[in-house]
Nanobody
């Protein structure tokens, strides 16, 4: 069984910073993709930033230059440093990972429970 546990959300004023962390645990053979999505009230879940195969990072245009994703492969963790926060960044942030639990496993998608980020104006 695989679990993703997030931490680091909270309330911050416009222009402030927060750091989100996500740790994967359980029966992990390898992690192909790991990153962050967010969902604001009344909106669809959207990509924020993600590590894909080969260590390549993808960012949403709305966060480029403000958010930085980092990963520790040895610890199966991914972090999201969020600077210059805006009210429109307010959302529940979800950690996502595509994880193989064995050598011949095709991989499954896992999600964390979500952490609330609120940016006040």
């Amino acid at each position: 069984q695989v679990q993703l546990v997030e931490s680091g959300g909270g309330l911050v004023q416009t222009g402030g910073s927060l750091r989100l962390s996500c740790a994967a645990s359980g029966s992990i053979y390898t992690i192909n993709v790991m990153g962050w999505y967010r969902q604001a009230p009344g909106k669809q879940r959207e990509l924020v930033a993600v590590f894909v195969s080969g260590g390549i990072t993808n960012y949403s245009d709305s966060v480029k230059g403000r958010f930085t994703i980092s990963r520790d492969n040895a610890k199966n963790t991914v972090n999201l440093q969020m600077n210059g926060l805006k009210p429109e960044d307010t959302a529940v942030y979800y950690c996502h990972a595509q994880i193989l639990t064995g050598r011949f496993d095709s991989g499954s998608n896992y999600w964390g429970q979500g952490t609330q980020v609120t940016v006040s104006s």
